[in-house]
């Protein structure tokens, strides 16, 4: 097994011996599961760039990938992702990260965020977690910021949301607030990227999981006599999505290559978000037919990966967004041919 | 539940030289001139020769039969290349893509000294005969038998839908050898002349209306014991062996990139949001298709069999070709026409038009859906 490997499957260890059922059933009632994450964070799970042996971006994002798949295959309700990028832009602008959960901006259309003369004013849509984490990295303008959560929290200025997933999708307001730090410029088209690569692969990741558990319910599942694995109409469907799991995988690798390169970051994570999207889409949509009724339970397992999928595919980028930013992208460089850029990554 | 292996990847930067160099010979070759969609299933046998010349063929095999020992990675980006150029590469493709490789690991010494150096040099073509009009995805039941006859054998049966068997000088024909045992069992491959005595090639027009086809009649044909290729009763294992290298190839999705590449250079003219959201819809597919089709050439280059694979990236490889013609038409509309001087109307024809044999040739989408099936634990 290699290290990358080992990273991932502990992470899957940790997680799924403190992830009970009533941990899950708490955690959708909106209870903070505060003794599952000092386990992750006391293992380092939630920083893990800062598990990387070496100062090399590609170390850091490869485990951090490896931690991102571990909690998608679990279907982890906790900000584990938020709170790995939320410290990835914060190194990057010199800041300690505060130990705790953090957030990330959704970098909605409908964020309203302003900076000027050392405060913060406005609004910041759909923020996951905002209610539990403990400071949220945002962007005014072109400047990055790190903003307190719990006193926006704390003085009413928060309106709770929810995902499909249930996972906690807030809006907070800032009155003329003081900023815990602030990062210089930043570019928020960037920013946006590199969360719409780390949706990818936890889209990826649960897309698998998901076409896991019904090849292996369609293989146990007995109708007419025989597993309904032996039909060939259900044969051919999980065939169908099969290829599309590996290609989200490939996509989303693809993404964090380039983010560990600087090379083409926009264009593969356009490409990544937009296939990730698509494929985990159609993995549900088979999953949830193969399995028929109990599917649509909310005591069988496969809920929670499909609520994840549904709330995912939307978030940082549907892919009508990407698909039009990609094409835009290749439609601006009137002098090279298609071929030209997609062989150079860009 | 098995999961397939993209990990292994090459470093494709290293092969920045290779890429150059094939691109500006393309380049500078007359069919530049006229791209086609589904090219390597357009046959120029004069291209094929000037390919040849250049070094572009038999590009892995040893030297002393032509080769130049490049690596297998070179090789592909090679055959991307002249797909994405939409070159015509159809009079040599079988012969450099499968049947080379397979007289090199199975043929006789002289075999391999007689035909490798001429296929390199881009003058021999080499048919496949597997199908026959009663077996097609069923390939085990072909009947085509060889018989015993002294020292050599004869054949008699018929071989179909053989790609440019009357532009080729060879054929690989799979026939029943034996009775004993399973279907699988008893069946040969053999390495046969076309200009034999006894064998009538038929024509069979394709719906695009050409001349690519053909189907191939054995009559009492003799044929020295060396025609024999490989094992006797090994027929099968050679057949399915070939399948990874036949399966997984940028021709399994670029088949139709031409026409994308065309619609592009439409769509600067008069850029729009949603020819931006088209454009990007393809290039999502494709973009992580071609790193698995890579991912499968670093893997055959090692010496892997990663043949699930092969499967995964035929299955959605050829959905995207069959779409990028697809969707595109919704996009300026109704303009596809096959004689058209423009390159983007006469591409969507030719898309089009070629669109259904995608999913059929090398193994039909359900065929290849039942391999992955297998590979899934479900049968």
């Known amino acids: 097994m290699s290290d990358i490997a080992l990273i991932e499957d502990t992470t899957v260890r940790t ?44 170390e850091g994002l490869e485990i951090e990938a490896a931690v991102l ?35 990330l901006a959704a970098f909605n259309d409908g964020d309203t965020l302003t900076y000027t003369s050392g405060q913060v004013t406005g609004l910041l849509q759909r923020v996951p ?53 602030v990062g210089g410029k930043a570019d928020a088209d960037l920013m946006l990227c590199r969360c719409a690569a780390a949706r990818a692969v936890q889209l990826a990741a649960a897309a698998a999981r998901a076409l896991e558990i019904t090849v292996e319910y369609a293989t146990q599942r007995q109708q007419f006599g025989r597993a309904i694995g032996n039909f060939q109409a259900i044969q051919h469907q999980l065939a169908a999505v099969a290829s599309e799991v590996a290609s989200a995988q490939v996509a989303a690798r693809q993404a964090y290559l380039a983010f560990a390169t600087a090379k083409g970051e926009a264009f593969a994570a356009a490409i990544a978000k937009a296939r990730a999207n698509d494929a985990a889409g159609a993995v549900a949509r088979v999953a949830q037919q193969v399995h028929g009724a109990i599917g649509y339970t909310r005591e069988y397992q496969l809920q929670r990966f499909t609520r994840r999928i549904q709330s995912w595919r939307g978030e940082y980028g549907a892919s009508g967004f990407w698909s039009r930013r990609l094409g835009e992208l290749i439609l601006a460089q009137p002098d090279r041919s298609l071929w030209s850029i997609i062989t150079a990554g860009i | 539940m098995k999961a397939p292996n993209f990990d292994v990847h090459a470093d494709f930067a290293e092969l920045a030289r290779v890429r150059t160099a094939i691109r500006e010979f393309l380049a500078a070759d007359p069919v530049a001139a006229r791209p086609h969609a589904d090219s390597w299933n357009h046959a120029d046998p004069e291209f094929s020769c000037r390919l040849g010349r250049a070094g572009w063929l038999g590009m892995t095999w040893p030297k002393k039969y032509g080769g130049g020992e490049r690596s297998s990675l070179e090789r592909y980006v090679v055959v991307e290349e002249i797909c994405a150029a939409g070159a015509p590469a159809g009079a040599h493709w079988i012969a450099d893509r499968q049947s080379g490789p397979q007289i090199l690991r199975f043929g006789t010494e002289q075999q391999r000294a007689e035909i490798l150096p001429a296929i390199a040099r881009g003058e021999c073509y080499i048919a496949i005969g597997m199908s026959e009009p009663d077996s097609g995805s069923d390939l085990a039941s072909v009947r085509t038998r060889a018989t015993r006859d002294g020292d050599g054998w004869v054949i008699n049966g018929r071989k179909i839908w053989t790609s440019f068997a009357h532009l080729s000088q060879y054929i690989i024909m799979l026939c029943r050898t034996g009775e004993a045992g399973g279907r699988q069992q008893g069946l040969t491959q053999f390495l046969v002349p076309l200009a034999t005595k006894g064998i009538t090639i038929r024509p069979i027009v394709s719906m695009p209306g050409r001349h690519d086809f053909n189907e191939v009649l054995f009559e009492d044909v003799h044929v020295p014991a060396d025609a024999l290729l490989g094992q006797e009763g090994g027929g099968w294992a050679q057949v399915i062996s070939e399948l990874a290298f036949e399966r997984s190839g940028p021709e399994r999705f670029l088949s139709s990139f031409v026409l994308l590449e065309a619609f592009v250079t439409r769509a600067r003219r008069a850029p729009s949001a949603e020819r931006a959201a088209l454009l990007g819809a393809m290039v999502s597919r494709l973009v992580p298709l071609r790193g698995m089709s890579m991912s499968i050439a670093a893997q055959l280059g090692q010496g892997a069999a990663p043949n699930f694979e092969a ?49 059929i040739r090398g193994g039909t989408r359900e065929i290849l859906r039942g391999i992955i099936a297998r590979d899934l634990g479900l049968r």
């Open chain 2, 311 to 359: 499967a995964l990236v035929k299955e959605m490889g050829s959905l995207f070709e069959q779409d990028v013609g697809e969707q595109l038409l919704s996009e300026f509309a109704s303009q596809a026409d096959p004689a058209s001087n423009d390159p983007y109307q006469r591409l969507l024809a030719e898309a089009m038009l070629h669109a259904p044999s995608f999913s």
């Open chain 1, 69 to 103: 798949r571990a909690t998608a295959t679990t279907a982890l309700p906790l900000p584990v992702a938020e709170t790995a990028l939320a410290g990835w832009f914060l190194a990057r602008h010199g800041i300690e990260a505060p130990a705790g959960p953090l957030a």
């Open chain 1, 129 to 181: 977690w905002g209610r539990d984490a403990i400071a949220i990295v945002a962007v005014a303008g072109d400047t990055m910021l790190l903003l307190d959560a719990q006193s926006a929290v704390k003085s009413a200025q928060m309106t709770a949301g929810l995902n499909m997933a249930g996972e906690p999708r807030d809006t907070l307001r800032f009155n003329s607030a003081k900023p815990l730090a």
């Open chain 1, 15 to 58: 997680i799924m011996s403190g992830l009970t059922a009533e941990v899950i059933e708490s955690a959708e009632r909106g209870v903070w599961p505060a003794a599952l994450w000092e386990r992750l964070a006391e293992q380092g799970l939630t920083q893990p760039a800062a598990i990387a042996e070496s100062d090399a971006a590609a």
